[in-house]
């Protein structure tokens, strides 16, 4: 997921896909999944262009990526492991999935391997509450999780 | 005297015009519909404790803290978010939101500093002020916990924490006292319009960020002071509070830059300025303030400030200290003597636009009565003199035609040769404001100014014309609503002469002024032509504002017709919303030409030749006064090259900066005997000056300024003059040394003279403006209240007058020598020739003037962005440095004016209006390269004026 790019490229990047999504209603959060998606996160650099292409300050587009926990602003592994952290989860034994994860990986929340190839981030609520605990890895839930299991999804994804 | 207090309702006041009646607290109260119970409380004198509310933003409902129980609905609803209703009935005050109440501040207080003590809010905080009102007695969380108010918890370093920003000179920030209330955010979104802070992050992390977390200094921000008005902590302070400690009385005053003429409450401890806050009354700018007006008043107190009077045989001498009554006696025996030798015309005066209505009258009446003739003229001959002409001839005023509140009502907005943001930034915000609700703009304007493209604004229409091109443009538009028939007839043929109007109309129709054929001419393409024209014509109320861009070339007299034709064409003209608007440059721009500062006009816009009005003045005066028109300021100057003028009294302007064609004003003032400068520091012009005589500001004396919308304001000593007198004190002790019998105790009585004298301020006086706050003149018998809006039954001359404006290109123009055209303009932070505003802290925005140049320009040159240029045109040469961006379109060159250095003036020609010789400042044929420095004459400039600057007895001040 994560790629490097050299600084002046992320700004021709940014005004493509700002051009391709302005003309959306409230363009703003489709542009910021947009730009996650295309550079894994969303530097620093993008946001004064999305605020002259969208005529806005750059104080607002701060305020709206900073609310939001999903919009990062630094490159994540090539994959990430979210695991939820909500009541359901935690009542049905989540601390101990948690510890395993850690312990596996050797990392803590928002930390990521030193291979550079997971980063294990906290969530609030997958909304998988029936199937708990339940982690997602790269966008794909994943419930039930036990000891095993996690062993599995901690392989698949140091892969 | 003690401090004004300005009641809070919390949220704006409703403009519907159905009433409501409910019940709050048991007592009957009848609100505007759409009001909130908030205000609806507070209009009945019961306060709803608040937090998140403030009466100059909308209703948020964040605090939580002015809950209401209304009965029949349940919940406790905010009251600052809940409108009114018929038959509601509301209690403010109940055991559940009590506990509520208490239990919300206990929230805030264990995540707040307990240091109130030392606090620089103390006094005027409004959290202590809702923790006494909801008596809190104590925090049952502790202070322990997670909080943003500790560097270290029990030693570790708490992430949560931020320093206090120091960047702004004026104000600080400290996040460890915020309360995430929003009101500066919103201040500054919905007052200002800059966006230039937000929330940043969510729930207990969130925090008040400037920029993209940023200080203040390197965020968008303006420093208006918004915010810091709106912050109910001490969160965002100014430093002049946490210096000085909290005012004890304050009067209200008017601020003395730009012409929109705010209204401010100057808050004091003694006889020291603690700051200055922009008063919620003030109709000129609702509370609102730019970063001058409240905070750029340190000039006042300055250490270049000349106190003692000084004379000087030769401007090559030092100056001399002597008392006041030997400069006196100097002067009126050096004009007398100047007079008797070379002849009664020889002596002349300029008022200031900077001094007030009072101040300004007298120095008229002094070279009427005193001299015996018509040499007066004021420094509105190079800014606005174009307008009192222009105007005067088409609707019969000299004057703009509406108050501010008018742009809340306006649907389409053109402004030309105007950049309010920077230069009228109050307007600016009014403006941008409504231009959120969905108001058009137009922007005719040869650079890109802010207002075309911001932060949620943006010009429908950017007509980026070539310098000296107006004339052109506004026939252009013209053409295609009198050929396309989008022409109002109804209103032309009820309030014009429809026979001007037919010539006229075949005038513009003719294919030569079609935007198609002026394209060549203004480098504009015909469809946005056609284009804005159709807005404007057919997109409901349009009002016109335009600046200097509009006045200083040589057809600038032509353009402000063409745009009073514009505006009778359409037939926006007499309501609301509607018609044509000056941005005056300075404070009492208006007020002074109003005054009789023009050679050949005595106050009220009256002819010296009319013998009635002449009368009444030479009663009043016991003198004959002549009906020769006087001298200009610049045939003033011509006269004293050939050597016939030898005496000049100038208060309070700097001609030598600020006029054009420096070298032509130096020779002039050179070859005079006895010029006489009455300012606050020793200006450029005091450079070849005989006397000076030190000024006083606006804090130090009494009177009024007239501002933009003819709106005359008070202003208010709240300090005794640190020179001694206040400028009309120096000017009548000055004709009574030359024998003329003036006695006035108080300004009060010269206003009082005024409204004997001049019709349109027949009931103005002191006390009248005191109960009225203020009023728009023509306040008299027909109009006891003023005037907001002029022309509203018919034009002031009867029927208005549509103008043939054939278009006449300057004779400044691009060659192969010089293939650039130079503009100039100002900047948000300083002021005009920056006397003022280069003596306080706003020189961290702006310590130097610079030369924009577009890249392919600068490119073409070899010149980079802060590279020194030499800048030349046919009159002279200046150095400056360069800004390469593309808000000035290739072939164009701007800078502004605000630094001596600069000498943006050697540059400019003598090129002017013909009818009014207000000089074409906007158009200068130039060429660039690159230098190493200063050009010679900058070198020789400095030498001179550091000479110049010698004053006997006193060591030079090492610089």
């Not at chain 2, 209690?91 to 109130?116: A, F, N, W």
């Not at chain 2, 209204?263 to 001058?292: I, Q, T, Y």
């Not at chain 2, 304007?445 to 493209?453: F, Q």
């Not at chain 2, 030499?870 to 150095?879: F, M, P, W």
Request: glycine share 10%.
């Amino acid at each position: 997921m994560n790629i490097h790019v050299a600084d002046g490229d992320i700004g021709n990047r940014t005004l493509a896909i700002v051009g391709e999504l302005k003309s959306l209603e409230g363009p703003l959060l489709p542009i910021l999944h947009a730009i996650q998606a295309e550079f894994g996160y969303v530097p620093q650099e993008s946001l004064a262009v999305i605020a002259r292409e969208l005529n806005l300050s750059r104080a607002e587009v701060h305020g709206v990526v900073t609310f939001y926990h999903d919009y990062r602003d630094h490159p994540t592994g090539r994959h990430v492991l979210k695991l939820c952290r909500a009541e359901a989860c935690q009542s049905m034994g989540g601390d101990e999935i948690a510890e395993r994860i850690k312990t596996l990986l050797g990392i803590d929340f928002h930390q990521t391997t030193l291979d550079g190839a997971v980063t294990l981030e906290p969530i609030f609520c997958l909304g998988l509450c029936a199937c708990a605990p339940a982690a997602m890895l790269d966008g794909e839930l994943h419930g039930r999780l036990d000891t095993a299991s996690v062993a599995e999804l901690v392989a698949e994804a140091r892969r | 005297m003690s401090l004004i207090h300005e009641i809070d309702y919390g949220t704006p006041a409703s403009t519907a015009e159905t009433m409501v009646t409910l019940t709050i607290d048991g007592r009957d109260i009848s609100v505007p519909s759409g009001t909130s119970i908030m205000r609806a409380s507070m209009e009945a004198g019961i306060q709803v404790p608040k937090l998140c509310a403030t009466d100059m933003v909308d209703a948020f409902g964040s605090c939580r803290l002015c809950l209401v129980e209304i009965e029949g609905r349940n919940g406790t609803p905010a009251s600052c978010t809940t409108p009114v209703a018929p038959g509601m009935v509301v209690h403010t005050q109940t055991g559940r939101l009590k506990d509520i109440r208490r239990g919300v501040m206990e929230l805030y207080i264990s995540d707040h500093p307990l240091d109130c003590l030392t606090c620089a809010a103390n006094g005027d905080c409004e959290l202590q002020d809702m923790a006494g009102a909801v008596g809190l007695r104590d925090v049952r969380y502790g202070y322990e916990g997670d909080n943003h108010v500790r560097a270290r918890n029990n030693g570790d370093i708490n992430a949560k924490w931020m320093p206090k920003d120091e960047s702004n000179p004026y104000f600080t920030y400290d996040p460890a006292k915020c309360i995430v209330c929003s009101r500066c955010v919103r201040a500054c979104e919905e007052v200002q319009g800059t966006f230039a802070l937000t929330i940043e992050g969510r729930g207990f992390g969130s925090r008040v960020s400037p920029g993209m977390h940023e200080h203040f200094i390197e965020s968008e921000c303006v420093s208006c002071g918004a915010c810091v008005q709106a912050c109910p902590t001490a969160t965002l302070t100014e430093k002049s509070v946490i210096e000085i400690g909290q005012p004890e009385h304050s009067l209200v005053t008017t601020c003395a830059y730009c012409g929109v003429g705010c209204s401010f409450k100057a808050e004091m401890r003694g006889e020291e300025l603690v700051r200055m806050v922009p008063w919620k009354d003030g109709k000129a700018n609702r509370g609102h303030s730019c970063v001058k007006g409240r905070f750029a008043y340190g000039y006042s107190m300055h250490k270049d400030r000349i106190l003692n009077p000084m004379i000087r045989e030769k401007i090559s001498d030092p100056w001399r200290e002597v008392t006041w009554e030997e400069a006196y006696a100097h002067v009126a025996s050096e004009f007398r003597r100047l007079q008797y030798q070379y002849g009664r015309d020889a002596v002349g005066g300029i008022t200031s636009s900077r001094c007030t209505n009072e101040e300004t009258y007298l120095v008229q009446k002094l070279v009427r009565a005193g001299f015996g003739n018509n040499n007066v003229d004021t420094c509105a001959r190079v800014c606005h003199s174009p307008t009192g002409y222009g105007l005067g001839q088409a609707f019969g005023t000299s004057a703009g035609t509406q108050d501010f509140d008018s742009v809340e009502h306006s649907d389409v907005v053109v402004v030309i040769g105007a950049n309010p943001t920077d230069g009228h930034p109050v307007f600016g915000s009014r403006l941008k404001k409504r231009l959120r609700q969905g108001a058009k703009l137009i922007v005719i304007d040869p650079r890109r100014t802010d207002l075309v493209k911001s932060p949620h604004v943006e010009a429908a229409y950017h007509l980026a014309l070539k310098p000296g091109t107006n004339v052109a443009m506004m026939t252009a538009l013209a053409h295609v609503i009198v050929t396309e028939g989008l022409a109002d007839e109804q209103f032309i043929r009820e309030r014009c002469d429809w026979s001007e109007f037919e010539d006229w109309a075949g005038f513009v129709a003719e294919e030569r002024h079609s935007p198609e054929a002026v394209e060549t001419l203004t480098g504009v393409p015909a469809h946005l032509v056609r284009g804005a024209a159709r807005l404007f014509a057919t997109g409901g109320n349009g009002a016109i504002y335009y600046g200097l861009g509009v006045t200083e070339h040589s057809q600038g007299s032509t353009t402000v017709m063409a745009i009073a034709n514009l505006a009778m064409v359409t037939g926006n003209i007499g309501r609301p919303g509607v018609g044509v608007n000056p941005l005056r440059g300075q404070n009492n721009v208006q007020g002074s030409c109003d005054m009789g500062s023009f050679p050949h006009e005595l106050p009220g816009y009256r002819h010296v030749a009319d013998d009635a009005t002449r009368e009444i003045f030479e009663k009043m005066w016991g003198v004959t006064l002549s009906s020769e028109p006087g001298l200009r300021i610049n045939n003033m100057l011509d006269a004293a090259v050939d050597g016939t003028f030898k005496g000049l009294y100038i208060q309070g302007e700097d001609i030598l900066q600020s006029d054009p064609d420096t070298r032509h004003v130096a020779a002039g003032l050179a070859a005079m005997e006895c010029v006489v400068v009455q300012d606050l520091f020793l200006n450029e012009t005091a450079n070849y000056a005989h006397v000076f005589l030190p000024g006083s500001t606006f804090l130090e004396k009494d009177g009024t300024f007239t501002n933009a919308e003819r709106r005359i304001n008070r202003v208010r000593k709240v300090m005794t003059p640190k020179n001694g007198y206040a400028d009309w004190e120096v000017t009548q002790n000055l004709a009574q040394a030359m024998g003329l019998a003036w006695n006035y105790a108080h300004p009060s009585e010269i206003m009082d003279e005024i409204a004997a004298t001049t019709p349109s301020f027949a009931l103005v006086s002191y006390d009248y403006l005191d109960r009225m706050g203020s009023v728009q003149w023509p306040c008299n018998e027909k109009t006891p209240q003023g005037s907001p809006i002029m022309h509203i039954d018919g034009f002031v001359r009867g029927k208005g007058k549509f103008i043939r404006t054939e278009y006449v290109a300057t004779d400044e123009r691009t060659g192969a020598r010089f293939p650039l055209l130079l503009t100039t303009g100002r900047i948000l932070s300083q002021y005009n020739v920056g006397a003022q505003t280069r003596r306080t802290d706003n020189v961290v925005w702006h310590e130097e003037d610079r030369l924009e140049v577009h890249p392919h320009d600068a490119e073409l040159r070899g010149i980079r962005d802060g590279d020194w240029v030499r800048l030349a045109s046919r009159s002279g040469d200046t150095t400056l440095r360069a800004l390469i961006t593309d808000r000035v379109a290739p072939g164009v060159v701007y800078t502004t004016f605000h630094h001596p250095t600069t000498q943006a003036n050697v540059i400019t020609t003598d090129f002017s209006d013909w009818a009014t010789n207000c000089p074409e400042y906007k158009v200068t044929a130039v060429q660039i390269s690159p230098s190493n420095g200063p050009s010679e004459w900058q070198v020789e400039y400095d030498e001179q004026a550091r000479r110049s600057r010698r004053i006997a007895g006193k060591l030079e001040a090492a610089e």
